[in-house]
């Protein structure tokens, strides 16, 4: 089971690069603590002045729904209460229990987790502060907000407010059993309900409630381009950044929800078909259970896929009022109609996103043996046995050069699961709003390796070409839970890539010294984010062409 394959990983600032005396746990403390007060709909915060890599405010677990305890336990958040007083913002919230694949520990954290983190340079700009709204990945499964992980300091060198959110995760956020009660996607609403706590908000922080910028990572991408697609999202941001991960993309959306709750009730003991009592044992059982779940591969082989190891994560909801449903169709229904939010976008990969998934060959080659276990879900599920066959014998053919995955293609692996598990549905998604939608979308590859590609390095793979899937965090995010260098090298990338990212949320547009174009199904622009910026089109055009035939989408592409 490939639970630790949507993780990214991040660093800090080296000790010989930090200040004199500076403590990389010490919070710095303005003398004047009145400077440090907002008041927000729900009540008076006091936050901290920080000081590091950059100076910055910083207000850490604010509440932005009711713990979801007891009763509340799956369903969806509710509206915070208010406190009386002045509550203190210097500390983050508890974190949803979970085992953190990052650090490999269990942290048992709190049901009582649905706090965001808020980072201003000023609380009273001479202009309201375009706003960036961070969704952490981790496979609905694993990860927090909290700054060890996505420490602010270099947005903080710009003038943007940096919100980071905490959300339910696994069986806490994601239980379906397609009842009113709990008809899934609890955690995708927590989601909803931070953004709205947001834009009522923000604007005591510095921030512009008019200007909100979503953008995430691996599930956190996911969950950005799902609220691309959800209608209970609209209206709640104006721009979006989607790095390696897209609604398309079939790890992002689950299919078995029900049947893996069931099976989660029998593991646990409860052996039964009546969501009521299902419901009541589950609520019963102490957190403990709830995560790092373990289940056995479904009974339908033919439908069982890689991808399917996140065992919990967003559905379509079959229950309950059309207007309380996150998700009320499949994703690729939404998109290929242009049911999707007319916002500027940018979509981007690294170029060996494969890695994740190849570095466990050994365990997995097994699977791959299977004939079909290749060829994309969404597929299988409507095509016939026979077209299933003949185009998993295509796909091993074009990557493999013979039928059968031997021990040592590493590289071949990569290079599959890079165009199939990412890059493909990422530029299907393009295209389709590019045809939609009157606002730009921006494509990027992002190529850099220096001593801040931690996760390749960690995972020993560095024979394998490419940027591993989440290496591009550490360039965006100062985190305090690795010791990864800090060079003149990556200084440089850190602040061209951070650089794009304001700008765009700022203006809507990636400004450079050179026009970054977008992209269109005509004229398929893009940026290679390296040590620099390099403009080309068609990303890896001979294979999306491939895919582009595989998934006969022939009348929708450039390519006759």
């Known amino acids: ?239 979006a950044i989607c790095q390696s991960g897209i609604c398309l993309n079939e790890w992002c959306y689950n299919i078995y929800g029900r049947q893996r709750a069931f099976q989660l009730g029998k593991l646990l003991g409860k052996e039964t078909d009546d969501p009521v009592e299902l419901l009541n044992f589950l609520r019963s059982q102490p957190v403990s259970s709830l995560f790092r779940i373990e289940l056995p591969s479904l009974e339908n082989i033919k439908y069982n896929d890689l991808c399917d190891s996140i065992l919990f994560g967003p559905v379509v909801e079959k229950a309950g009022p059309v207007d309380t449903r996150f998700l009320a169709e499949l994703p690729y229904e939404l998109v290929g109609r242009g049911d999707i939010a007319n916002v500027p976008l940018i979509i981007g990969y690294t170029s060996g996103e494969g890695i994740e998934i190849a570095r466990k060959l050994p365990s997995i080659i097994g699977y791959y043996a299977k004939e079909g276990s290749i060829v994309p879900r969404e597929l299988k599920l409507k095509w016939p046995v026979e077209k299933i066959q003949e185009a998993d014998e295509k796909i091993r053919m074009y990557y493999f050069k013979h039928k059968e995955l031997k021990a040592d293609s590493y590289q071949e692996l990569s290079d599959l699961e890079t165009d199939k598990m990412f890059l493909y549905n990422q530029l299907r998604y393009a295209r389709y709003h590019s045809q939609y939608a009157t606002e730009p979308v921006y494509f990027y590859k992002f190529v850099a390796e220096t001593e801040r590609n931690y996760t390749k390095r960690s995972y020993k793979m560095d024979f394998i070409k490419g940027v591993c899937h989440a290496d591009d965090l550490p360039y965006q995010f100062n985190i305090t839970c690795l010791d990864i260098p800090l060079t003149d090298e990556s200084r440089y990338i850190i602040k061209q890539m951070v650089q794009l990212w304001v700008n765009f949320a700022a203006t809507g547009k990636p400004t450079t010294n050179e026009e970054w174009r977008p992209f269109t199904d005509a004229e398929r622009n893009y940026v290679v984010i390296g040590k620099t910026l390099e403009y080309y089109q068609n990303p890896s055009a001979e294979n999306m062409k491939f895919w582009e035939n595989i998934y006969d989408q022939l009348q929708f592409s450039t390519y006759k």
């Not at 009842?179 to 955690?187: D, I, L, R």
């Not at 927590?190 to 691996?218: E, H, R, Y």
Request: with cysteine.
């Open 1 to 239: 089971m490939l639970r630790n394959v949507w993780t990214g990983s991040t660093g800090i600032m080296p000790q010989s690069n930090r200040k004199p005396n500076e403590d990389r746990n010490k919070t710095y403390y303005l003398e004047n603590r009145d400077m440090l007060l907002v008041k927000t709909e729900y009540g008076e915060l006091k936050g901290a002045a920080c000081s590091g890599v950059e100076n910055y405010i910083a207000f850490k677990g604010i509440p932005y729904a009711k713990p979801p305890l007891g009763e509340l336990r799956f369903k969806a958040p509710m509206p915070p209460d208010p406190w009386i007083g002045v509550r203190d913002a210097s500390e983050h919230g508890a974190v949803c229990p979970q085992f953190n694949e990052r650090m490999n520990r269990v942290e048992p954290g709190s049901e009582d987790c649905l706090y965001l983190n808020v980072y201003t340079k000023s609380l009273q700009p001479k202009e309201p502060l375009s706003v960036m709204v961070w969704i952490h990945g981790g496979g609905f499964y694993t990860g927090s907000g909290n700054s060890d992980y996505y420490g602010p300091d270099f947005f903080m060198a710009h003038n943007v407010v940096l919100v980071t959110i905490n959300y339910r995760l696994e069986v806490l956020g994601f239980l379906c059993l397609d009842t009113e009660e709990v008809p899934g996607n609890a955690g995708m609403k927590d989601q909803v309900m931070a953004l709205k706590w947001i834009k009522n908000n923000i604007k005591v922080f510095g921030g512009d409630p008019n200007n909100i910028t979503l953008f995430g990572c691996s599930a956190g991408s996911g969950s950005v381009s799902c609220h691309l697609i959800s209608k209970m999202s609209r209206g709640l941001f104006h721009k």
